[in-house]
Structure formats: structure tokens, C-alpha cells
């Protein structure tokens, strides 16, 4: 007879222990450490090789340019690429304190900005530096492909920019200053006289008599100044005068001629200088004027006349006299 109850029997498998799991754990994590550094020294060991399949080298454009240059002075670069490929050329080059350029058209080309030139291979420029001395100028050509595709070719070259130079003057001694010194009057040869006597008049100076101190002072006389007159009378010829006389017209109200008493005979070239004084002075002004009489053989500078003017009238008159 069946057994109405039948028992089953489950069957447990075993588990793993804790220290079994750590292993495994620890195990994976080496493995991926491993994994890891092997990637990376694998990538370093093929950098050169990938770099060679991956990195084209850049064209180079030759480009040509003067070693030197100067401010305001015009130079020219040119340049030369062989491509197949259409395109453009611009023009690079650097910032300097002090620096600009411009083309040959007269504009200016900023610096630090790809200045485009189109598809011409030389470009005339003109710097201007304001700087003492010099200054490096790097420049840069690039070649722009029309399709965006093709690689760009570029070149480069450094000028040396000087200061416009300036011409200095040759100094000179400077001259020796000189200490003002009174002029000197040119020497007058002596006069020779010849032939027989001669007398002449000149009137030096018209003026005033000094009431304090007697003198002669030349001015213009005034109210209640006493008038007075100087005048010379030499001998010019080549012989000694006689005795002469000389007669002289004061421009006082009644018009008053002085007549001379006989004068001493003058010698070759000597001179006198006489002065003659007045008052009662015509307030309208007058002539004052000379004349001289005696042995003469020459009349002609025998006479001499000079204006006053008026305003010298002084109510007591003085007798006129010569001294």
C-alpha cells in the first residue's frame, strides 16, 4: 500500500563564504588596473605612429623680405607658393609699441588682423616707427584656400625697423664774445690848406644862458630865458687873415643888429667860438643870423642864418654883448 504522505527531500546548495567574495572582488579590481595601464602605455607607445598618420606637414610659403628697413622709408616683400588650389593671400604681422604700417595705396594695414591682398604675390608697404632706435617686425604670409577643405600654407620673416635717422649739425666754435668798446672815429687826414686867407661862419647851437650859473645850455628858450647863440668862424685858407669884423641880426622886438668891435687877425686853420646873448626875444619868433667883413677871398661862407622860435620874452632886457 501507497504511502499517502509522501516526504521531499530539498537539497540546499552550499553558499560561498565572505572571504570568497572579497577575493573575487579584489581580483576584478586588479584586472581592470591592468587593463587600464596597458591601454595607456599602449597609446603612448603609438603616439609617434599615430601622430605620422594623423598630422600632415603645413606648406610652407617662401616668403621674401629686406633684412632692414626704415621709417617713412618704403620697402617691398614678395613670396612664392606652387599649389594647384585656388585662392587668397593675406598679410600677419605683429603688434610693436610705436609701429605702423601702410600699404602702397596709402591705408593703413592693422596689426594682429590677417590683411587680405588677394591673389598677388609682392606688397609694398611703408613704416612708421616712433620709437629711438629699432624694433623687430615679424611678418607672416598665408596662403586660404578656396575650399575649405585644402590645408592652408603659411611663411614667415622678421625685419629689423630703424628710427628715421637725423642729421646733426657739425658744431661750431662758438665766437668769442667781444667787450663793447667805445667807438672809434675814422681818421681824418688834416685839411691842407692853401692860397690866401679864407673865413667862414657856421652857427653851432642856439640856447639859453643858465640865470645860476652863467652858462650856456642848449635848449629852445622859453618864457623869461635869456636867448644866446654860438657860433664858429675859422680860417680855411692858406694864409693868415687881417683884422675882420662880424655883424649878427637878433630876433628881438625891435629887430637889433649887433656890430662887432675889430677882431684879432686868424692864423692858418685856427678858429673861434663866439657866443652872443639877448633878451626882449620876439614872442613870434625870428632869424638870428651872421656876417662877417674884412680881407677874405672867399664870400661865399661869410653868411649864416638859423630860426628861433618865439616865446622867450623877458619884460627886462639885457644889452647884448659878446664874451
Same mark, same amino acid.
Given at each position: 500500500m501507497a504511502d499517502a504522505n509522501p516526504q521531499h527531500v530539498v537539497v540546499e546548495e552550499p553558499r560561498a563564504g565572505l572571504f570568497s567574495n572579497i577575493v573575487a572582488v579584489v581580483g576584478l579590481i586588479i584586472l581592470i588596473v591592468i587593463v587600464i595601464w596597458g591601454l595607456l602605455h599602449l597609446a603612448s607607445l603609438s603616439r609617434g605612429w599615430l601622430s605620422f598618420l594623423f598630422n600632415r606637414a603645413v606648406a610652407?610659403?617662401?616668403?621674401?623680405?629686406?633684412? *632692414?628697413?626704415?621709417?617713412?622709408?618704403?620697402?617691398?616683400? #614678395?613670396?612664392? +607658393?606652387?599649389?594647384?588650389?585656388?585662392? *587668397? +593671400?593675406?598679410?600677419?604681422?605683429?603688434?610693436?609699441? =610705436?609701429?605702423?604700417?601702410?600699404? =602702397?595705396?596709402?591705408? #593703413?594695414?592693422p596689426c594682429g588682423a590677417a590683411y587680405t591682398v588677394g591673389g598677388t604675390t609682392s606688397l609694398s608697404m611703408t613704416p612708421t616707427f616712433a620709437g629711438a632706435t629699432s624694433t623687430s617686425l615679424p611678418i607672416t604670409v598665408i596662403f586660404l584656400p578656396s575650399a575649405t577643405t585644402s590645408p592652408q600654407a603659411q611663411g614667415s620673416a622678421t625685419i629689423a625697423v630703424h628710427a628715421a635717422s637725423v642729421s646733426t649739425p657739425t658744431p661750431t666754435a662758438p665766437e668769442t664774445p667781444t667787450t663793447p668798446s667805445t667807438p672809434v672815429k675814422p681818421a681824418v687826414s688834416a685839411p691842407v690848406y692853401r692860397g690866401p686867407a679864407d673865413l667862414s661862419v657856421r652857427i653851432l647851437n642856439i640856447g639859453v644862458i643858465d640865470p645860476y650859473s652863467g652858462q650856456f645850455v642848449n635848449r629852445v628858450p622859453g618864457p623869461n630865458d635869456v636867448a644866446a647863440a654860438q657860433f664858429d668862424i675859422a680860417n680855411e685858407g692858406g694864409s693868415a687873415s687881417g683884422t675882420y669884423y662880424f655883424t649878427a641880426t637878433l630876433p628881438t622886438m625891435s629887430g637889433y643888429v649887433y656890430s662887432s668891435p675889430a677882431q684879432a687877425p686868424l692864423g692858418v686853420g685856427s678858429h673861434v667860438l663866439s657866443t652872443l646873448r639877448w633878451s626882449d626875444g620876439n614872442p613870434g619868433g625870428g632869424t638870428f643870423s651872421v656876417s662877417i667883413t674884412g680881407s677874405d677871398s672867399n664870400s661865399s661862407n661869410n653868411y649864416a642864418s638859423r630860426w628861433i622860435s618865439g616865446g622867450y620874452y623877458v619884460p627886462q632886457p639885457y644889452y647884448p654883448y659878446q664874451y
Open positions: 610652407k610659403v617662401e616668403v621674401t623680405a629686406p633684412a *632692414n628697413a626704415t621709417s617713412s622709408i618704403p620697402f617691398s616683400i #614678395s613670396w612664392k +607658393y606652387s599649389t594647384s588650389e585656388k585662392g *587668397n +593671400y593675406a598679410f600677419l604681422y605683429q603688434c610693436r609699441a =610705436g609701429l605702423s604700417l601702410k600699404a =602702397g595705396s596709402g591705408a #593703413s594695414i
